[in-house]
């Protein structure tokens, strides 16, 4: 049964499914209705881009770590971009990224989930037009879903969002949700502060 994560909260991903070696993180939302003038242009669609930040002591050590639409695939091999969703529209999950849990390379510690809106400052877009965000954990193999994290705080001119991170704790691999809203413009910035 899927554990449903309250902001701040941390689950074991391999104590309680024995035998898992990786992962799927399943990224979705949706856009708020937007009110618009009879004659005002159709609002650009909003384009949230998903990344994955492999740390090493909390820091992104090189931009080799950061695997997001342009870098579809870290160089070890054990964490993939599944693609880039540019509107968010339709059910389900917008973005996955597929983390390989034995492959992770010892010298990373954790790997930061975030999401920024493309563009977010031409288009004049931020989190408080997004509904429905969620994170959610699969198992790898099976597609069965281990957790999920439903962002429910008002995040309104927040323009990137920390929304979990994975990491390593002894033997095991667990999940925090964070939930941690930023004004970052884009990914350059977002990286900074890691």
């Known amino acids: 049964m899927s554990v449903s994560l309250q902001k701040g909260q941390k689950v074991s991903l391999t104590k309680e499914n024995a035998g898992l070696t990786s992962v799927m ?23 949230c881009d998903a990344s994955a930040f492999l740390l090493t002591n909390g820091k992104v050590a090189r931009k080799e770590d950061v695997v997001y639409f342009g870098n579809l695939t870290h160089m070890s091999g054990a964490v993939r971009h599944m693609g880039d969703n540019l509107t968010g529209e339709g059910d389900g999950d917008d973005e996955q990224i597929f983390v390989d849990l034995q492959n992770v390379p ?6 930061a989930i975030v999401v920024n809106i493309y563009q977010c400052e031409q288009r004049r877009q931020h989190f408080g037009m997004i509904k429905n965000a969620y994170i959610r954990i699969m198992d790898g193999k099976s597609g069965k879903e281990l957790c999920r994290y439903n962002l429910t705080d008002d995040y309104s001119n927040m323009t990137a969002m920390i929304f979990g991170e994975v990491y390593r704790h002894g033997s095991e691999w667990k999940f925090n949700a964070v939930g941690q809203g930023t004004t970052d413009a884009g990914i350059n910035e977002l990286i900074k502060r890691f």
């Open 25 to 47: 993180v399943a990224l979705g939302w949706d856009e708020a209705e937007r009110k618009r003038g009879l004659f005002s242009p159709k609002p650009e669609p909003i384009d």
């Open 106 to 111: 010892a010298d990373y510690d954790r790997i």
